[in-house]
C-alpha cells in the first residue's frame, strides 16, 4: 500500500471503527482495543497400522476466538441497549444476532481492510472498579461471540 509519499508501509493498528450494522450510532463506532480477530483449524490424527513413525495430520473444523471490544463508558449507547435486552431480558427484538464490520483505516479514514463478523451475540459486558483513590475513566469491554468472519 502506497502512502502519500509514494513508499509502502504496514497499516496501523490504531486507527479502526466497529460497526454493528442495524442500530450504530457514530459514537458507538469508536472502542479503545479490539481483540480476539482470530481463527484456527482443528487438527485430526489418523492412526495407520503397521506404521509407527507418523501419525496422518488432517485439518478439521475451524475455531474463531470471542472478541472482545474495550472503550470508554458511554452513558446512552445503542450497543449497550441491545446487550440488555439480550442478556437480561430476551426480548425478541434485541434477541437477535447481528453482523459486524471491524474497519482498518488509513489516513484519509478509508477502509483499507474489513472483517464482516457474521451472527454476533454478546456473551459478556463489564466495567472496569470504581476507586476513588484513582483517577482513571471507567472501562467498559464487551465479550462478543459469533459463527465466523471473512476478511476483504
Not at 49 to 67: A, I
Not at 94 to 120: G, Q
Amino acid at each position: 500500500m502506497a502512502n502519500s509519499h509514494g513508499g509502502y508501509y504496514p497499516p496501523v493498528g490504531f486507527h479502526f471503527k466497529v460497526m454493528f450494522l442495524g442500530f450504530s450510532n457514530d459514537n458507538d463506532t469508536r472502542f479503545q482495543s479490539v481483540s480476539g480477530l482470530n481463527m484456527e483449524v482443528d487438527v485430526e490424527t489418523f492412526k495407520e497400522g503397521g506404521e509407527n513413525r507418523f501419525e496422518h495430520k488432517l485439518p478439521g473444523r475451524t475455531k474463531y476466538s470471542d472478541l472482545v471490544l474495550k472503550r470508554g463508558l458511554l452513558t446512552d449507547s445503542l450497543i449497550i441497549k441491545w446487550v440488555m435486552g439480550f442478556v437480561q431480558l430476551r426480548e425478541y427484538e434485541f434477541f437477535k444476532p447481528l453482523l459486524l464490520h471491524i474497519h482498518l483505516l488509513n489516513e484519509n479514514h478509508e477502509t483499507l481492510k474489513l472483517w464482516h463478523v457474521v451472527d454476533a451475540w454478546p456473551k459478556k459486558w463489564t466495567i472496569s472498579d470504581f476507586n476513588a483513590q484513582e483517577n482513571a475513566v471507567v472501562i467498559e469491554s464487551l465479550e462478543i461471540s459469533y459463527k465466523y468472519f471473512i476478511v476483504m
